[in-house]
């Protein structure tokens, strides 16, 4: 699928992606990068999933959070996602954001609460409801494989790969995430139902927040990208 020639933005664009988990968070900022190249992206999930590979204090202290589809404590997502912004230079030592910040946050933040913490840090200026139904979310969660050290996700039914459980690039096999279980996945809908009602009020209340439907990702990113462009381009 192409969805046209990159642009420019004339404007910081600081995004935020908010669903269910597996409506296609991932996907969807993958395509935004490669369509508007000033963006840069942060996945708390990756950050955390690194810091558990790797071993870190940090992941070895998330990890069971993690595994059981429980989100792991603000202070800890907080201190991970504020040295993640210092690191890429948007966040100065003496607090002031860097103009030309424009980034996508991909599952930070996901309670009311973080997104205070985060308006403190850098105010999000777009906020993205990815809306689609859980029966479509399910069975899409059950064919998902991944291609763990390049991060590259397929999908059985309908993006898989050119030989079966294999990445199209290295050639090397794919696996299914260690959170990808239906238990754990009924858990984790549940949270996101329970947390982001308040979180999408607070930014609805910003008047920051715009709503997107639809059953697959392709049918969103036309209508994100344009919006993207009304907004910012
Ligand atoms: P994700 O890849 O975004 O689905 O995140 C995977 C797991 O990481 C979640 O189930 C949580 O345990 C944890 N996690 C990611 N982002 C956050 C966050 N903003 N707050 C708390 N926990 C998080």
């Not at 990756?46 to 558990?52: A, G, I, K, P």
Request: aromatic residues 8%; glycine residues 6%.
């Amino acid at each position: 699928m192409s969805f046209g020639p990159p642009r420019q933005l004339k404007k910081a664009a600081r995004v935020i992606l908010v669903g269910a988990p597996g409506v296609g968070k991932g996907t969807q900022t993958e395509r935004l990068l490669d369509k508007f190249p000033q963006l840069a992206s942060i996945s708390s999930g990756d950050l955390l999933r690194e810091n558990v590979r790797d071993k870190t204090q940090l992941g070895l202290k998330v990890e069971s959070a993690i595994q059981s589809g429980n989100l792991v404590p603000d202070s800890t997502i907080l201190d991970l996602i504020s040295s993640e912004f210092k690191s890429r230079g948007w966040l100065l030592n003496n607090g002031s954001v860097s103009p030309t910040a424009s980034f996508i946050l991909d599952g930070f933040p996901r309670t009311a609460a973080q997104a205070a913490s985060l308006d403190a840090l850098i105010p999000v200026n777009f906020v993205v409801q990815l809306l689609t139904p859980p029966s479509v979310i399910l069975s899409r969660i059950a064919s998902r494989w991944i291609h763990e050290p390049s991060g590259r996700v397929y999908n059985t039914t309908f993006h898989a790969p050119k030989v079966p459980y294999k990445d199209d690039v290295t050639g090397e096999p794919l696996t299914q995430r260690k959170d990808d279980s239906i238990d754990t996945w009924k858990q984790r809908l549940q949270k996101f139902e329970d947390t982001s009602k308040t979180l999408l009020q607070h930014y609805d209340a910003k008047g920051v927040l715009w709503r997107v439907e639809g059953n697959t990702s392709d049918e969103i990113t036309p209508k994100l990208f344009a919006e993207i462009e009304k907004r910012f381009c």
